[in-house]
């Protein structure tokens, strides 16, 4: 695993995804794996941390989830960009390469028997929460966080630092048709807090 | 209201939140009303359109919320970072001058039963689809989105154009303690579409 892969308290891991970025999900069940994108993947609660991610009934990772329970949100970068795209564009089920035509290449973590995305931001590990109501009517998935990690050079001390860090290190905000936005300047409101 | 609100065709109002931004919710039932910040805010479909919030029990507006069955959800700027911090850490449980304190003014749109922070970049007047089990389990709240405007200084023909408006009008997207960082720069995939 890359020495810059640090862990991130669970406390903590909602602020990786708060700030609305594109997602990457990844899924792995039976010697299978699967990434793709989502735009809409969302904080649900601080703890334990929850996230809602939506799924497509057209999407291989969609299955992927639901017979394995199990699934990563990793934060993509400015860097990913077109593999951002690429995984989000293409279906494993059209196109066996797809993964390898995308560029996305994959690493283990110990203890987690999940597929992750290298050069991503961070990762949140999840554990499916089963709403069948939810999953079926709304494409709507709840996962579990149970384990979170980040690139120690863009968030630190449970602190995203893209003001300092190499803008390719930027979170991703796609819109439609190919055409995102990076994250840009922080603010700070008045009365704020360090914590 | 102000001439430069427009009307958002509803195929395409999911663009108004597929970057994520931090919201702000009003609501308004038997002549109380109320605004709050919430970062967990996601587009949930396309056609009708659909969102997902999330409205802790604590909230007013969550109460409002589910006695009149509506709400809006609109997309604050950079010109309104001190008035989203206000909303999203005072509650009118607690201080009933909050919304004068905050500095938020509210309009109306004939046609609908709701009140809208003037000044924000976008609003989606959103019908309440009634999930108990989501609501009450998750203080998860679904919308169908059944009418959106965006100020014409920002979003135009379908399109956001944080690039070329002034600074002020970059959405928010809220981290923690008071910290958000501004939407930055526009990233465009190899095999962009225009539409």
Same mark, same amino acid.
């Given at each position: 695993m890359d020495e810059h892969i640090s862990p991130v308290a669970l406390e903590k891991a909602y602020r990786l995804l708060n700030h609305g970025p594109t997602v990457l999900v990844s899924a792995e069940h039976d010697g299978v794996d699967n990434v793709m994108a989502a735009a809409w993947a969302c904080a649900l609660d601080f703890a334990p941390p929850k996230i809602t991610v939506v799924l497509d009934k057209q999407t291989k990772t969609r $299955? @992927? +989830? $639901? *017979?394995? =329970?199990?699934? +990563? #949100? =990793? #934060?993509?970068?400015?860097a990913q960009l077109e593999l951002t795209q690429a995984v989000g564009s293409a279906s494993l089920s059209d196109d066996p390469? *797809? @993964?390898? *035509?995308s560029g996305a290449e994959l690493f283990r973590i110990d203890g987690h028997k999940m597929s992750f995305v290298a050069g991503c931001s961070a990762w949140l590990a999840c554990k499916l929460i089963a709403e069948p109501h939810n999953q079926n009517t709304y494409d709507l998935f709840i996962g579990e966080v149970i384990d979170a990690w980040a690139d120690d050079r863009v968030f630190q001390n449970g602190h995203w630092n893209f003001e300092n860090a190499d803008p390719k290190w930027r979170s991703l905000h796609y819109i439609a048709g190919g055409h995102y936005y990076a994250i840009g300047d922080a603010l700070t409101a008045a009365g704020s807090t360090e914590d």
């Amino acid at each position: 695993m890359d020495e810059h892969i640090s862990p991130v308290a669970l406390e903590k891991a909602y602020r990786l995804l708060n700030h609305g970025p594109t997602v990457l999900v990844s899924a792995e069940h039976d010697g299978v794996d699967n990434v793709m994108a989502a735009a809409w993947a969302c904080a649900l609660d601080f703890a334990p941390p929850k996230i809602t991610v939506v799924l497509d009934k057209q999407t291989k990772t969609r $299955e @992927l +989830v $639901e *017979k394995s =329970q199990r699934f +990563v #949100i =990793q #934060i993509p970068n400015a860097a990913q960009l077109e593999l951002t795209q690429a995984v989000g564009s293409a279906s494993l089920s059209d196109d066996p390469d *797809k @993964l390898a *035509k995308s560029g996305a290449e994959l690493f283990r973590i110990d203890g987690h028997k999940m597929s992750f995305v290298a050069g991503c931001s961070a990762w949140l590990a999840c554990k499916l929460i089963a709403e069948p109501h939810n999953q079926n009517t709304y494409d709507l998935f709840i996962g579990e966080v149970i384990d979170a990690w980040a690139d120690d050079r863009v968030f630190q001390n449970g602190h995203w630092n893209f003001e300092n860090a190499d803008p390719k290190w930027r979170s991703l905000h796609y819109i439609a048709g190919g055409h995102y936005y990076a994250i840009g300047d922080a603010l700070t409101a008045a009365g704020s807090t360090e914590d």
